[in-house]
């Protein structure tokens, strides 16, 4: 292959870059105005507002395992794609209908679509490129630009017009930047149509059971799922056991993969459950940007430039701000690192994750004695967002790379289904941790009587409380990490 070759991508990863940042707009645009919405237009206050966006946040992250089975073994990626868009700008039209009950089923209708169109087009970028390609790390270089890029736009353009003229038109725009997508996917089809075919095209139409082609039973499965995952958000302590149960079968089914493989294997098994474990930790906490961190924007932090006052859920932007600033030097430094020799083990990555994560909570520390009338400087989430988002870079990237270094081939998606369910129990341990945070009546009915003294107290203890306990975390795993990395037998 010639230089110029190697700095020419196929035309396909264009499409799908493209294609997955509307996506990325459409979900995170929603995410972010979603706890707002919980506890301020419909007056749910924060306990219940926070176990409901924990709960859709843990299930999002669930469904992706299934999505990728049904693509592998029916649909193909293509289609699989195609229908998870298509869902998830419905659900998005349905919530904007304004009701507490459509809410629920416009999140539910969400959840399916993202399950089946998340983990398919990444897929689909792997596979426009030959085994061995120089290119391919570079493709997904540039597909998470487009990942990062759909999360900035969603959470200053989205984010702000929600701000500006309601939650409600935050999600229609949504729902528009996720038809933006799926139209670009659909135009851009013969780019990728040789990587995205079904398994069996010739019998995916062809009815088999009665009636029933595959393809029409698939359709009919996802909308048999909406009611239950309705029901889940409904009864978010049931999802918790949900998860509890997912989480105990997928921990045996490894567990059960390594004794039969021997000692060397049951090692590695034993040490990536481990840091599946302080996975949970960093994401639980990681994951108040949307709920606990967005309502601290709107009660106790300034927000003036000027004379404009940034939205509250607008704050969160500083995430993907930060990955598009960073990633690239990230990536940079870990070559070079391993060039020379000095590059760091994978538990002692997740360490010193874990530590800069806690380090953020701590900025309230130095913030909250320089508060005018109880709001913090906006730089305190500047601060505290930055040290999360490099916290995220020696964590996430090494933890999905070290998926498909310490399982066998043939367990790799079961493996990577495990990892994602991790972020789902973070996810919905989040939503717990969040409660910490709030007052009994937050933000509904009993809005008025928080105090912005009582708040800001409140928030101060907590998250100088949680950056505490996460720097102890983070050291105690860097202090262990020769032993964890002892499981892995050399892999690094």
Known sequence: MNANAELTHPRGLWILFASEMWERFCYYGMRALLLLYLVKSLKMGDEKGFAVYGAYTALVYVMPVLGGRIADQILGSRLAVLLGGILMAIGEFVIVEGSEMLLFWGMA????????FKPNISTMVGKLYADGDVRRDSGFTIFYIGINLGALLATTVCAEVGHMYGARAGFALAGVGMLLGVLIFQLGGRHYSHVSAPPSPETLHTPKWGPLS??????????????VLYFLLRNTNIAGYVLLAVAVYVLGSLIARGVKDGRVQLDKMIGFIILMLFNVVFWACFEQAGSSLTLFADRNVNRMIGGWEMGAATTQFFNPAYILLFGSLFSIMWVRLQQTGRDFS??????LGILQLGLGYLVILLAAPLAVEYQVPLWTLALLYMLHTTGELFLSPIGLSMVTKLVPKDMTATAMGAWFLSIAGANYAAGMLAKFTGAEHGGGEGASSIDASTSLATYVDVYSTMGLVTVGIGLFLVVVSPLVNKLFHGIR
């Open 214 to 227: 595959p393809f029409s039973l698939v359709v009919l499965g996802c909308l048999a799922l909406v009611p």
């Open 109 to 116: 209708i969400i959840i399916v679509g993202n399950g089946l």
């Open 346 to 351: 994978i538990p002692m990555k997740f360490g």
